[in-house]
C-alpha cells in the first residue's frame, strides 16, 4: 500500500501566484513526520519545510507553508507568490516513529513536477 | 552552512565492474543513509548507518552493496557487480545534530549519478 500519495503528476501556476501541492499519507503511528523536498533539474534534493505530528501549528518556511490536515491525513505544500526559480519537481515524504528511536527512513511519494509561467 | 558533499558527481561504469560512491556527511550527524532515484521514477530508500553498523536495509540492498565509514567524515556505498538495473541517481544523506529539539530532518547530498554499460 502506498505510504505516500501525491495524485498531481503536474502543476502550472502563473509567477506571482499561489500553488497547493497535495499530498496525502498513511500510517497508524501516533508519532511521524512530514517533509517536503525540492529537487531541480539539476538532480539536487533541497528540503523545503518539515511538520511533525505532534505539531499544534502549521508549518511555515518563508514562501512555503504546509497546510497539515491530521485527520484527513493529508499535508499540502503551499508555495506563495510564485517564482520562476520555484520549477522544479517536489516530494513528500514521511518518516515514520519516534526520533528518539534513530534512524527511520523517509518513504517518499511520486513527486509532483511544478512549472511556474511568466 | 553545513552541508552534505558527494563524488563523483557522475560515474560511468562497465556492467559487472565495481564502483565506490563516496560522501561527506554533516560533520555532527549521527546518521547516515543511503537512497536511490532510477530516472523519472520515486526516491527509495537503500540503507541507514548509525554508530558504525547498518540499522536498516531495504530489500534493494542485497549482499553486491556494502556502505562503510573508513573514517570520521567520509560514508561509502560501494557496489561490488554492477548490474545494467542499478543506473540511477544516489543520494547520501545525514541527520540529527547532536542538539536537541531538531526536527531529525534528512540533509541530502547533491547526488552521484550512475550510468552503467
Known amino acids: 500500500a502506498q505510504k505516500i500519495t501525491q495524485t498531481q503528476p503536474g502543476m502550472f501556476v502563473q509567477e506571482k501566484e499561489a500553488v497547493t501541492l497535495d499530498c496525502t499519507y498513511d500510517t497508524s503511528d501516533p508519532s511521524y513526520g512530514l517533509f517536503w523536498y525540492k529537487q531541480p533539474s539539476s538532480g539536487e534534493m533541497i528540503f523545503l519545510i518539515y511538520?511533525?505530528?505532534?505539531?499544534?501549528q502549521n508549518a511555515t518556511e518563508g514562501r512555503y507553508s504546509l497546510n497539515f490536515q491530521k485527520a484527513r491525513k493529508s499535508a499540502n505544500l503551499v508555495i506563495s507568490a510564485s517564482q520562476l526559480g520555484d520549477s522544479a519537481m517536489y516530494f513528500c515524504?514521511?518518516?515514520?516513529?519516534?526520533?528518539?528511536?534513530?534512524?527511520?527512513?523517509?518513504?517518499f511519494g511520486t513527486g509532483t513536477r511544478l512549472l511556474v509561467s511568466p | 552552512e553545513p552541508e552534505v558533499t558527494q563524488t563523483p558527481s557522475h560515474q560511468v561504469t562497465q556492467m559487472g565492474q565495481e564502483v565506490i560512491l563516496r560522501c561527506v556527511p554533516i560533520s555532527n550527524h549521527l546518521y547516515f543513509y543511503w537512497y536511490r532515484q532510477i530516472l523519472g521514477q520515486k526516491v527509495e530508500f537503500l540503507v541507514s548507518f548509525y554508530n558504525n553498523e547498518i540499522s536498516e536495509k531495504s530489500e534493494i540492498f542485497d549482499d553486491q552493496f556494502s556502505v562503510e565509514r573508513p573514517d570520521g567524515s567520509n560514508f561509502t556505498l560501494k557496489i561490488r557487480s554492477t548490474k545494467l538495473e542499478d543506473s540511477a541517481m544516489y543520494f547520501c544523506a545525514s541527520s540529527v545534530p547532536l542538539l536537541a529539539g531538531d526536527t531529525d530532518t534528512q540533509y541530502f547530498g547533491p547526488g552521484t549519478r550512475l550510468t552503467v554499460l
Open positions: 515524504a514521511m518518516r515514520e516513529g519516534l526520533r528518539e528511536r534513530g534512524f527511520q527512513k523517509l518513504v
Open positions: 511538520q511533525g505530528s505532534y505539531d499544534q
